[in-house]
Every structure is written in C-alpha cells, then in structure tokens.
C-alpha cells in the first residue's frame, strides 16, 4: 500500500551560537512561528546551551509540544536525574520539566520526549533519521524504512548501469587503443611521427587498462556485482589472448597479470576453486618472472605479493594450513621488503596490514588465541594510522574495521568479553560514521553484517538473549539483502548462512522454537547449496554446514524430540570425522564434532562413556587452544569420567571472566558440583 508522504520541507537550522537573553531573537522567533515541529539535538552541549533552553520552552508555550521530537547525538538520557551523572545528561531541562512564561524551567516534569539515538549502539543514523521522518509525515516506521531500502535500491540500480556503460564504453576504447597502437607500432619504420603515435598510443592503452583493474574496478565493488566485474576483466583478458606476450614490455605483462588475478577472485567468489587457482598460479608465474628480472623494482614486489597471497588463499579455503603458511609467509615477506624500500608509501603500509592479519588468521585457525591476538594489534596499528590520514576512503574504513573485527575474535576466544565487544562496536562505529550522507556500499554492508551476527555471539556469551537476538536480526536483514543483489556471489552466501544461523540460536534460546527452526533451516539450505558447489571448501563442510545442524539437534533434545536430536547428532559425527584427519585449518570442525559426540552422549549416558573419553583425549592436552563454547563441552566431559575437580577449574575460570552463555549455565544447573562459590 502506497502511503502518501507529507513534506518535509523548507528546513530552517538554527546556527546561532550567541547568548540568550530575556527573549529569543526576532529571526528565530519567526522561524519558530512557522515551524510545525521542532528537532533538538541533544547532548551535554545542548543542556548546558541556555539558547538551546529558551528555543524549547518557546515552542512549548507558542507551538505544540507533542511536536517537538529529541535526536541523541551524545551523552546519555536519564542522567540528569543522577547527580554523579550529570555531566553526561543530554535532554536539556525545558524538554523535561513544563516551563513559565519567562521561558523557564520550572519543577514540574513533563511528558517524556519522543527521542531517535543516533549513537551507534542506539538506533543508529539511519534508522534514527527515519524515526524522526516517520514522526514528521505521520506514516509508520516499518513503512519508511521499506521506502527508503527501496530508494537505495534504486540508486544502487541507477548507479550500477551507469557502471557497467562506463565499463563497456572503456573496455572499448582500450582495445581500440591498443589496436590503434599495434597499427602504429606497424607503421614506425616508415617516419618517426609514427613512432611517436606509437608510444602515445600505449600511453593512453595502458592508462586505460589500469583504471579498468584499480578505480573502476573499486566502483563496482560498492554496488557488489559480480557479472559486470567479470566483464570487465573477461574483456581485457580476451584481449590479451590475442598479444603476442614476447613483445609486451614488463609493465604490461603486469597488468596481464592483475587481470588474471581479478578473474580468479570472481571464480573465487563463485565457488569455482580449480580455475581460480589456475589463475593465480599463471599470475604467480608471470610476477615471478618480472621480479627476477627486477627485483628492486617495488610494483614488480607488489604484483607478486598479490599473486601468492591469492595461491595461499586457495590452499587455506580447502583446509591445508601448511601450504597456506607457505604463501602467506612470503606475502609477508614482500610486503615487508615493501615498506622498507618506501616507508612514507601508505599503500605498502597497508600491505603490512592485511600481511599481519593473514598469519594472525592462522593461528586463530590453530586455538592460538595470544598469538593471534598481538598478529591484530599489529594490524589494527597499521590500518588505525592510515585511517587517521584519511578517513573517508572507504577502503581504508573497511581495513580498520576488520582489523577491529580480527582482534574482537582473538579476544573473544580468550574469553575477554567485555574487550571483544568494545571492538566490535568500535568497528560498527566506523562503518556507521562511513555511511552518513554518503551512497550505499555493498562491502561496508557485508561487513557490517558480519560484525553484528559476531557481536550477537558475543552477547549471547555474555547471556545477553534479547540483545543478541536485536543484532542478529539486522545481520540477517543486511546479509540476505545484498546477497539478493549478487546471488552469484558465493562468499556473500556463506556469511548469510552464518547470519541465520545465529539468529536461530538466539530464538532458541529466547524459547521462540518455531522462529528458531525456521532460521536454521534457511542457514542448512543456503551451506547444502555451497557443499553441492564445492565440497573441497572445508569451512562450508564444516562451520557454515554443521553449526547450525548442531544448534537445530540441541533444539531438537530441548523439544522431547531425542530420536531426532541423536539421529542428527550421529550424522554430524560421521560427516566431520572425515575432515579432523585431513584439515589442518578449521578448529571449529573440533569444537563442532566434540559437542556432537557430548550431544549423543547426553541422550544415553549409559552407554556412551567412550564419547566423554573421546573428548577428552582430543581437548584436554591444551586447553589453552579452546573457545569458551568448546571448554565448556570439556568441562561436561570431565564431570561425566568422575573428574568434577578438573571441570570445576574450567567452569572457575569462564565464570570469573563473565561468561554466561546458556548452554554454559544449563550445564551448571545439570551438575550443581560444577557451580562457582
């Protein structure tokens, strides 16, 4: 249904920053008049504005207060009636108290205010400024926000066949370029005119070309399709198909190589591992070619840093940790020998960035959580300096960010919640402060929707049910969104399933049972549909396939459903057996596999002995390596082979850090041996 929409418009901004007196001044007071509502902008700064109290109290008097609406910028509601708090109040007194005919505050409170919080732990930008609409037009909110997703739909729509014109019309003209030049080339021997068109001619080729791979190649990464990217890249590569590769200079053989590069990523992307790698291998052969011819020459070093990160990337997808450390090792290596040849250069910085984050993912992958740890601090440093020289380069945003990210998982893996989660919305901040007034950004929303089904799980450590259940719903919303916009997009896949996967563990917990099987029953269809696309990718067989089969058999034995429950727990079993001796990157398939066998022995203790000893033999050598969620399954081993003392340290140590999780304080309720002083 269409509703029809009020303007909002002329918008009169009060930027007058001198002292109110008795009245308010004459332009004010006019635009007051005129005004049919008033928005206050409240923080500390507005509290202590008397201008700020005297705007207010004047449109009591003269206007209708019920139409002044409050947007928090800042501070904090309720603290005025907290005198040690005071300080971070931010309704100022004539919004809260009825005022007199001096425009006064007097003592009597009024009706409390209607306020949207742009804080990004409130409502955020975005959905505070569409509260604040909503209000305004009288029209409700979910119908504003589905008018204004479609808007942005739109845009992006707009934005994208702008995109691909420009890339068909520059695709064409560097190969007109290029053929332009090749007649040159064959006319140079004739006079030295020729020559110069010649070289004039690759010029413009080349620049072409490197606009192509770099700037436009950045553009359709914000609207996130991967068709127009393949094109693109598809018609470069066909027109290096026809060179003749002898007589391409070094310069030009690099950038055959980051065409390369970019096509392997869209296979990639697409799930298509065997000709990736036959990509970036054939990249990795070219740039190592180059770079022994050259070796100081720092895009050469960069060109081959790229290309054996990507052959890395390969080998870590498909669960062999040593390869992967291999390549990585030396991506590092490069990256390092950049900085030192220009260390004034931020992009080699960056290059240091993302090397330290690669080899803290490693050791993530290994349970080495400390080690992990310093890896992305190195890297939050790296990205946090270059943020700070220029802030609103999104690509730079997006690595701060996910430096934020990386570390949040370190520590949460630790059991430092309070840290994790102060990282975590350190990195929402960013990409919320990113967005305001600009265009949509496919890549600034996937991670944001990472971050926020990651914060769920770190909420729902924390014992914080509704909260966590707030986030993982907008980390849904935000996934299957633009996975509609790209659903060729299997990386964009992958994060969807984890996002529905979350939320059906946070409905289960909150007893929403038939919320909850709903939702890991979309995250099983999306992971069934990635394994039919390649079962060598060991983290869609493991974590995306089989976290939300273990949630969903959890829910099953909670339900009086244990038949059920056991037979999923026994197909687990058998499904990840198989990877624990061939994967050497996935310690989730462990912590996924160990809490399956307590699952099935949970549903008859009398005979499943061998499952607690099983669990113990593969977790209790270092239990130092363990998530919280796979030390509790420890915990409940130990208990259960008359080894309470040992349990009992373990669950110490997690209550002591603030770990609630449900599952953990089920498990205390069960065995009341287990539970703190």
Known sequence: MN????????????????????????????????????????SPRAVASPWVNHEVAWFKIHRDPKKILALIVGGEPGSSEAPAEAADACFPATLLHQVNADLLATEVLADAPLAADARAHGDGKRLAKLKLAAAMMGVGLDTLVQRDDRRRAARRRLLLVGLMALSTVLAGLSIFAFNQRDAALHARNQA???????EFQRDQAQGLVEFMVTD???????????????????????FY??????????????????????????????????????????????????????PDNQQRIFDHAQAVFWVGQIAWQRGDAATARSFWTQYYA??????????????????????????GTLEMDQGNAAEAEQYFRNSLAVSSRLLAKDAKDVDRVIAAGQSYAWLANALFHQAKLDEAQTARRAELD????????????????????I????????????????????????????????RGNDPENLELADRASLAHTLLGEAYGHAGQTGAARQQLAAAIAIADRLVAKDDSIVRWRGKVGALPRLILARLEARSDQP?????????????????????????????????????????????HGANWREIIAMLEPKPERHSPKTLTVLAEALVNSERADTAKSIVAKLYQAGYRHPEFMALLNIYPVLSPP
């Open 241 to 294: 198909a026809k060179q003749n590769l002898a007589t391409l200079d070094p310069d030009a053989l690099g950038r055959r190589a980051r065409v390369q590069l970019l096509l392997g990523e869209v296979d990639n992307l697409r799930g298509n591992l065997d000709p990736a790698l036959a990509r970036y291998r054939e990249a990795a052969a070219t740039t190592q070619e180059l770079l022994h011819r050259d």
């Open 3 to 42: 509703v029809a929409a009020r303007p909002l418009y002329p918008i009169f901004k009060d930027r007058e920053e001198e002292a109110a007196g008795a009245s308010i001044g004459a332009s004010i007071e006019a635009a007051l008049g005129a005004s049919e509502f008033l928005i206050v902008l409240c």
């Open 451 to 482: 971050a926020r089904y990651n914060l769920a799980d770190i909420l729902l450590a924390a014992g914080q049910i509704e909260e966590a259940s707030t986030e993982a719903r907008v980390a849904v919303k935000l996934a299957d969104d633009i």
């Open 192 to 198: 030295v005119a020729s020559k110069q068109e010649a």
């Open 563 to 607: 038949a059920t429950a056991s037979a999923t727990y026994l197909r687990l079993i058998s499904s990840l057996r198989p990877l624990l001796a061939t994967s050497t990157s996935e310690q989730s398939i462990e912590s996924i596999y160990c809490a399956a066998l307590a699952g099935q022995a949970r549903l008859a203790p009398q005979n």
């Open 430 to 449: 960013l990409y919320e402060t990113w967005l305001i007034n600009r265009a949509e950004n496919a890549k600034i929303r996937n991670v944001e929707s």
């Open 216 to 238: 436009l190649r950045k553009r359709l990464d914000a609207v996130g399709r991967l068709d127009v990217l393949e094109a693109v890249g598809s018609q470069l590569a066909d």
């Open 334 to 359: 490069q990256a390092q020998r950049l900085v030192a040849l220009d260390p004034d250069r931020d992009a080699w910085q960056a290059e240091v960035d993302y090397a330290n984050s690669n080899l």
